[in-house]
Structure formats: C-alpha cells, structure tokens
Nanobody
Framework: QVQLVESGGGLVQAGGSLRLSCAAS????????MGWFRQAPGKEREFVAL????????YSANSVKGRFTISRDNAKNTVSLQMNSLKPEDTAVYYC????????????WGQGTQVTVSS
C-alpha cells in the first residue's frame, strides 16, 4: 500500500510559478512510475507528466512542454512538478499518481491539490 500526499498548490497570477510536491509512503518508491494528472471543472482528468523509476526518462503533455518540469528524489520518496509561465487554462486540481513498474496493475492516487491561475 502506498499513500500519496500532494502539497504546493495555490493561487497565482498568469505568468507566475508554482512547485507541487508529492510525498509517498513505503520503501519501494523507486519501483513506481510517478505521474501528475489534472482535472479542471467539467473536464476529464488529463495526463500532465510522468517520470520513470530512476528519473532518467520523463514525458510531458504537449500543453505543458517547455513550462512544466517533473523530477523525483528517490532518497526522500518525493516527486515534484515545477510549473512556470502558468496560464489560466492550467487551473485544475492536480493529482499525483504512482504506478508500480508502469504496468497499471498497482496504482495509487493522491487526494489532489488545487492550482488556480488568475488572468
């Protein structure tokens, strides 16, 4: 069982930055592909970025490429999302996801953190 706790959300003006963090419980953190997803009001949850266990590979949605950076610290069991040049359309609840080995058979979600970008 893995518990995920997100933090770092808040209200920011367009063009500003925020850094989200997700702290994971457990001793096998490096076996999990970690990802960030977001869900805006009235919309489906969508993929934002993911990072593989070693941190060597990352993938981002086209909508955030060049603005958001995902990273992880396996020694601290944390994954972060640095968000720069924020836009009002980035407003959403951001969720952290853990997927063991990236297989989709053992998946955990955090409770979400609200990010609001004002114009």
């Amino acid at each position: 069982q893995v518990q995920l706790v997100e933090s770092g959300g808040g209200l920011v003006q367009a063009g500003g930055s925020l850094r989200l963090s997700c702290a994971a419980s457990g001793r096998t953190f490096s076996t999990y592909v970690m990802g960030w997803f977001r869900q805006a009001p009235g919309k489906e949850r969508e993929f934002v970025a993911l990072i593989r266990g070693t941190g060597a590979s990352t993938y981002s949605a086209n909508s955030v490429k060049g603005r958001f950076t995902i990273s992880r610290d396996n020694a601290k069991n944390t994954v972060s999302l640095q968000m720069n040049s924020l836009k009002p359309e980035d407003t959403a609840v951001y969720y952290c996801k853990a997927d063991r080995y990236g297989l989709g058979s053992e998946v955990y979600w955090g409770q979400g953190t609200q990010v609001t970008v004002s114009s």
